[in-house]
């Protein structure tokens, strides 16, 4: 362990001693790991980060497992992209914070939306529109509405509420009184179905 790095672990345990967080000793900490892949000052940030993450998440609704999960990713996270974190935007923890919460939606997302796909042609935003292309979108937007109608009732409902109103499978579950194998069957049919439906026509 070099100097730098014994000042920062000392600064870091007497914040633990007296319960306190000393926000200046946690930046030390991440610069030293974002200038030379500091080990024991890493080692400080998970010992103090990780089950705070963990119980964050778990707040949030997180399971145990996911909490623990995506905690882990975080910790990753800071270890590739310490570099990153700027003291003067924000304290370490509120950016740690932000990025757990961020893992987190990013998960819920893929739960929700299993057959989405980012990078779809059919889903990526186009570039500026022409006279001609706005014509053409109006078209298109004719289309997706006419594709919703053309669902069975029980997938469109559903496709309402987790595309508009943003429920998660969970909540659509408990509302319509499915269960929540049903609720996700249904709504990977619908997607199918619209995708078909669209193909060549947006």
């Not at 014994?6 to 007497?14: D, F, N, P, R």
């Not at 998440?57 to 975080?74: D, I, N, R």
């Not at 499978?169 to 990977?188: F, M, N, W, Y």
Request: aromatic share 8%; glycine share 6%; net charge neutral.
């Amino acid at each position: 362990m070099n100097v730098a790095t014994s000042q920062i672990s000392a600064k870091s345990a007497g914040a633990g001693k007296t319960g306190g967080y000393d926000r200046e000793a946690m930046a030390d900490c991440i610069e030293a790991v974002a200038a030379r892949q500091d080990k024991q000052a890493f080692a400080t940030l998970f010992d103090y980060f990780a089950p705070r993450l963990k119980g964050y998440l778990m707040k949030l609704g997180s399971g145990e497992p996911l909490a623990e999960e995506l905690s882990q990713e975080v910790m990753i996270t800071l270890w590739r992209k310490a570099g990153q974190f700027d003291r003067k935007q924000s304290s370490v923890s509120t950016w740690l914070y932000t990025i757990a919460r961020n893992r987190r939606i990013d998960v819920l997302r893929r739960d929700r939306f299993p057959d989405y796909d980012p990078d779809d042609p059919l889903l990526l935003p186009s570039e500026a529109e022409q006279p001609d292309e706005a014509v053409a979108a109006g078209e298109r937007e004719i289309k997706v509405r006419a594709a919703l109608e053309t669902l069975p009732e029980e997938q469109a409902e559903l496709i309402k509420l987790a595309f508009f109103k943003g429920w998660s499978h969970s909540e659509i579950a408990i509302d319509q009184d499915l269960p929540l194998g049903t609720v996700k069957s249904r709504l990977r049919l619908a997607f199918r179905k619209l995708k078909g439906g669209l193909e060549g026509t947006v």
